[in-house]
Every structure is written in structure tokens, then in C-alpha cells.
């Protein structure tokens, strides 16, 4: 059975490097899985995340003309069911501790943004300017 982009397989992990895995798919074809492609969170250490002789369902990214193919692990795993619905804008703005209401007019809540922006960032400079003050050279003995 030929593999193609996009089809989704089940591998054996064979050689695990810094900076991936080499899989072993069925008919004795070998792909690589990047570290970025391992997991949905950074992975600073793949070996936290694979062990070799691991069993993983993973997709083809690509099969170039020399033979190579590129996996995906985190590509295969199965999407979360939302019903078909578009995601919340809501979901991709910004979150901090203060309570911007959502039910107030952009402009209004485009105000106090600007506003807590403006208290933070006078209060990073009055930070810096003490850190800035403790810092410098002293004299000790009258030198």
C-alpha cells in the first residue's frame, strides 16, 4: 500500500536524536518526525515525550523526490469536537487580570486598555529609574 501526503499511519519509533525521531512505517519505509511536529506544547526534550519501540500514529507531511518523508505526530491526533463551529474571537484577544467588560463599547474599552497601559508602564519606569539609581558607583573610605 503507497503512502501519500496527508495519510495518517501507525509507526514504530526507531532512533530518537536532539532534534527528532526517525519512524519506521510499514512497508520498511522511514520518516523523520521533527521535535516541532512531536507534541501541541514545546518540547524541549523529545525523549520526555517518545522512547524508542514506542508504538505512534503519525501524518505525511511530505515525501520528496529522494525518498525522504516528514511526519507529524501532533497533526494526527484527533481535532476537538466543536461542532463545526467557528471559534470565539473572543479566544484569540489578549487576557490579563483586569476586567475589560465586553458588554461596554470598543471605545470604551479601548480608554481604559490605553489607561492601565499608561499605569503600567509608568510603573516599569519608576522601577528602572530606582534600579538605575542603586546601581551606579560608590565611594567608599572618601575616595
Known amino acids: 500500500m503507497p503512502f501519500e501526503v496527508g495519510d495518517v499511519v501507525e509507526g514504530t519509533v526507531l532512533n530518537i536524536t ?6 519506521q512505517l510499514p512497508e520498511g519505509k522511514t520518516g523523520l518526525v521533527h521535535i516541532s511536529e512531536v507534541a501541541n506544547t514545546y ?5 520526555e515525550h517518545l522512547k524508542e519501540h514506542d508504538k505512534v500514529k503519525v ?3 511530505s515525501m520528496d523526490a529522494n525518498g525522504r518523508i516528514s ?3 501532533k497533526k494526527a491526533l484527533p481535532k476537538k469536537n466543536n461542532n463545526n463551529k467557528e471559534r470565539d474571537p473572543k479566544d484569540f484577544v489578549w487576557q490579563s487580570n483586569r476586567n475589560y467588560n465586553t458588554n461596554s463599547s470598543f471605545e470604551e474599552r479601548l480608554l481604559k486598555f490605553l489607561k492601565d497601559s499608561d499605569e503600567r508602564q509608568q510603573q516599569l519606569r519608576k522601577n528602572f529609574d530606582s534600579k538605575r539609581r542603586n546601581t551606579g558607583y560608590r565611594r567608599s573610605n572618601g575616595y
Open 43 to 47: 518540547v524541549k526534550d523529545i525523549r
Open 71 to 73: 511526519l507529524s505526530i
Open 59 to 61: 501524518k505525511i507531511l
Open 18 to 23: 536532539d532534534f527528532g525521531a526517525f519512524i
